[in-house]
């Protein structure tokens, strides 16, 4: 299960909007062993591709050797898919190289509903988790809705207030 | 002479868990080599086949990514600090292999 808080996520929504049809990618940090993702940084895809990406590898180490300092690990890693499901491709599962973090999807192909699901990526075998969103508040103008992997529908936004 | 090598978890499975260690070498290919000896089969997860630098792997002396400054033919010297971080990278299409 990954549990998320819901300006995060709509942090990683944003970012995957704005840099549509380009896929966009980026991180949650959070405290060594904690598993609680807190700290959003959006990355540049040094690929700036619709089809793949890839970190930068200066920025990448700038980002790792800051969450040295602060006792942090990637506890997610994103990236978006612009055309085609939230699930992980043979590219995807072939390279990924962090087997303590939360890989999630998000599809950015409907422009009114986002698709966001998340998979633990250990030696080829993908598992995909429940994604729990903490901390929505009500907001009246709330029109983005998003869908996850295991729920039974498309789920309302502005509906998830009390979690 | 002493190059600090920081080991991503990862490969730490080579390293009796280690998260840096210690090697030698006067290019970045002799400390993959000295490394090796120690730590049997880690070189194996850095270089391809035909002896280049996985291309989804980044080795960074001190700050500078090895592949700006010679790959492999890197020069390293005492009290430098390599770094080996795995690429975040993949995407929609299989284009990789």
């Known amino acids: 299960m990954l549990t998320i808080d819901a300006a995060i996520l709509d942090a990683i929504v944003a970012h995957a909007r704005r840099d549509h ?13 904690s598993d609680q993702p807190t700290r959003h940084v959006a990355m540049d895809n040094a690929e700036r591709s619709p089809t793949f990406y890839r970190f930068d590898s200066g920025e990448q180490l700038r980002v790792w050797r800051e969450m040295d300092d602060l006792d942090e690990e990637p506890v997610v890693i994103y990236h978006s898919h612009t055309a085609t499901e939230a699930y992980p ?11 303590d973090a939360h890989y999630m999807l998000v599809s950015t192909r409907e422009p009114e509903t986002t698709e966001i699901r998340s998979y633990r990526i250990l030696d080829g075998v993908v598992t995909e988790e429940p994604v729990r969103v903490v901390n929505a508040d009500v907001d009246q103008h709330a029109v983005q809705s998003y869908m996850f992997g295991q729920s039974p529908a498309a789920v309302d936004y502005e ?4 979690n | 002479m002493a190059i600090e090598v920081r080991i991503p978890t990862i490969l730490r499975s080579y390293t009796g868990g280690a998260k840096s260690v210690e090697g030698s070498g006067d290019t970045l290919a002799d400390l993959l080599t000295d490394l090796d000896s120690r730590y049997a089969g880690i070189r194996g997860r850095l270089i391809t086949e035909e002896g280049a630098l996985h291309r989804f792997v980044n080795i960074y002396v001190n700050d500078e990514d090895v592949r ?30």
């Open chain 2, 68 to 97: 700006f400054i010679g790959s492999l033919d890197a020069k390293l010297n005492d009290g430098d600090n390599v770094t080996i971080l795995p690429a975040v990278a993949g995407g929609a299409l299989a284009t990789w292999s």
């Open chain 1, 21 to 33: 049809p380009d896929e966009a990618c980026g991180i949650v940090a959070g405290a060594i062993g």
């Open chain 1, 159 to 162: 509906c998830r207030a009390g």
């Open chain 1, 89 to 99: 491709s043979r590219t995807d599962i072939g390279l990924a190289a962090y087997p």
